[in-house]
């Protein structure tokens, strides 16, 4: 009699743990995956107007600007950042892959999706695309998909700051001849 009751008591017990386990996987704290306090108001809101007042935003001040918070930790300068790139001089962007982040989606719209003035070649079948300068025979773009695995597979930070100036210069010396050699052909006599 008593190891039933004991598995009547153990089954809702885990269950319990289990679902508490969940909520907090699909719900964890500090996040707003999970914000009840959407347009729509609950049952316990419906009923009480005291919740209004709890869950209320306070009224903008117009005296100062809206304060943006983050959970993250950029400061505003990290924010408000300005690159130059020069897709016509010598600037090489590189992409670091960091797995599962959205990298792979994110290479392929670097190579397919921008819109450049002379954009990546892609041809279909292939899974490298030709990335060139503008009126050169240079890549500007460092990626799996338009130089491949130069530098290994998922290369991190590190290698990749040592392999991608070699990998680069050797390129750029095969693409040179290449290039000499289409202008000046052979006399043929």
């Known amino acids: 009699?008593?190891?039933?009751?004991?598995?009547?008591?153990?089954?809702?017990?885990?269950?319990?743990i289990f679902l508490m386990i969940g909520y907090q996987y699909v719900c964890p704290a500090d996040s707003n995956t999970c914000n009840f306090r959407g347009h729509e108001k609950g049952l316990v809101q419906q009923r009480l107007p005291a919740f209004d007042s709890l869950y209320s935003e306070p009224e903008p001040d117009e005296d100062f600007p809206a304060k943006i918070t983050s959970k993250f930790n950029f400061t505003e300068r990290d924010l408000d950042r300005h690159v130059d790139f020069n897709i016509r001089g010598d600037d090489v962007m590189v992409f670091l892959h960091i797995q599962k982040t959205g990298g792979t989606t994110f290479g392929r719209h670097l190579v397919k999706n921008i819109q450049l003035e002379q954009p990546c070649d892609c041809m279909s079948g292939q899974r490298k695309c030709t990335c060139h300068r503008p009126g050169k025979a240079e890549s500007w773009l460092f990626s799996r998909f338009s130089t491949g695995w130069s530098c290994g597979l998922h290369a991190d930070w590190t290698e990749l700051t040592s392999c991608v100036p070699v990998v680069m210069n050797k390129k750029d010396k095969k693409n040179a001849q290449k290039s000499k050699k289409n202008r000046n052909p052979a006399k043929v006599c």
């Open 1 to 16: 009699m008593e190891e039933k009751f004991s598995r009547l008591i153990f089954i809702p017990i885990a269950a319990v």
